[in-house]
């Protein structure tokens, strides 16, 4: 009976150890190295983006182009794989305009079929409400709301979702008098289902004037201003800008950026990417790039006829999608 009990023991012991192994590589299979599973939910402590636990995290990844377009991208293979080269938040660019929401509700279909995605492979994703021909959010607000009660209402039970209320506020439209009413709006429809949820709001001429919302901030908690830049057009104006909104106390999130000129083309410029990554880095900002597609632009990160289901070699990665990986 003595040696019996202990062959049991014994064979106790292994299958445990086997079923933390195999489990242990299945997880490994679905987990980002910084995703979801290890940062839960997060919240805005002042100017930082911090983790369940209150530590300072950072969020870096690709935005998908218009969904309308390049759809096909914003697949479980395309968002495994940029998963596996580092990144840890996808952003879902929604397009409003340009055959997008407004003339074709049912792209929310595909939009939330790419946020499952990204969701089951441990990934943060940002729902991009990507206003821009309609410059001023007030134009769409009562489709806005519409769409921010259903999809907070869906995604409710995760903490993966960060919602972008308005992606490139331009044209004559003013902060105080459009883009914050607008958010006073939206904000507490997604706070109704989401109440922890962070919240990235565009600011003045293309997400660029975030000094400008830093003067007269809104008063919801767990807000951050958007600043978007395209490396071959911008330079240290704005950087001087992120440094003033958030000396006021402002949160920034860089939630668009191109290696390119601000058409999207032009360059690569590597050297002025890596002076913006290097400003981002010292400052533990995060940021998303633009963007995750074949398009014929330089700052599309693949190559045209690259797979939609991920797997790229470096052949399928165009020059600045090479850099952007490189950089997770």
């Known amino acids: 009976m003595k040696n019996r009990a202990w062959w049991y023991q014994r064979m106790g012991i292994f299958v445990l150890a086997m079923v933390m192994i195999v489990g242990s590589a299945f997880l490994g299979s679905v987990q980002a190295l910084d995703g979801v599973s290890v ?7 002042g100017i ?7 530590m300072p995290t950072t969020l870096h990844g690709m935005s998908t182009h218009g969904m309308q377009w390049f759809g096909k991208f914003a697949s479980a ?9 580092g990144a840890n938040v996808i952003r879902i660019a929604m ?3 340009e055959g997008g929401y407004i003339s074709n509700p049912s792209i929310k279909n595909t939009v939330y079929q790419a946020m499952d995605a990204a969701i089951a492979n441990d990934l943060y994703v940002i729902v991009d409400w990507h206003i821009l021909h309609d410059g001023n959010p007030r134009t769409h607000e009562t489709e806005a709301a519409s769409f921010f009660d259903e999809t907070a209402a869906r995604y409710s039970h995760t903490p993966a979702v960060l919602y972008e209320i308005c992606n490139e506020p331009n044209g004559n439209v003013s902060w105080n008098e459009d883009i914050k009413p607008y958010a006073e709006h939206i904000i507490p429809i997604i706070r109704a289902h989401a109440p922890e949820a962070v919240v990235l709001v565009g600011t003045p001429t293309w997400s660029q004037d975030v000094n400008v919302a830093a003067d007269s901030p809104l008063a919801e908690k767990n807000v951050m201003y958007t600043c978007h830049f395209y490396a071959g057009t911008h330079g240290a104006d704005l950087r001087n800008k992120i440094d003033a909104a958030r000396q006021k106390g402002a949160a920034v999130f860089v939630s668009e950026w191109g290696t390119s000129a601000a058409d ?4 690569p410029y590597i050297e002025n990417s890596r002076q913006w990554l290097d400003f981002m880095k010292q400052r533990q900002m995060r940021w998303v790039n633009w963007s995750l597609c074949d398009k014929n632009e330089s700052s599309a990160a693949l190559q045209p006829g690259a797979s939609t289901d991920g797997g790229w070699t470096d ?9 952007v990986f490189s950089q997770f």
């Open 77 to 85: 293979g395309s968002f495994r794989t940029l998963r596996d080269k």
């Open 264 to 267: 999207g083309n032009g360059g």
């Open 315 to 323: 052949a399928n990665i165009s020059a600045s999608g090479r850099f």
């Open 48 to 54: 930082n983006l911090v983790d369940h636990t209150g």
């Open 95 to 97: 397009y409003t305009d």
């Open 39 to 45: 940062h839960g939910q997060l919240r805005v402590d």
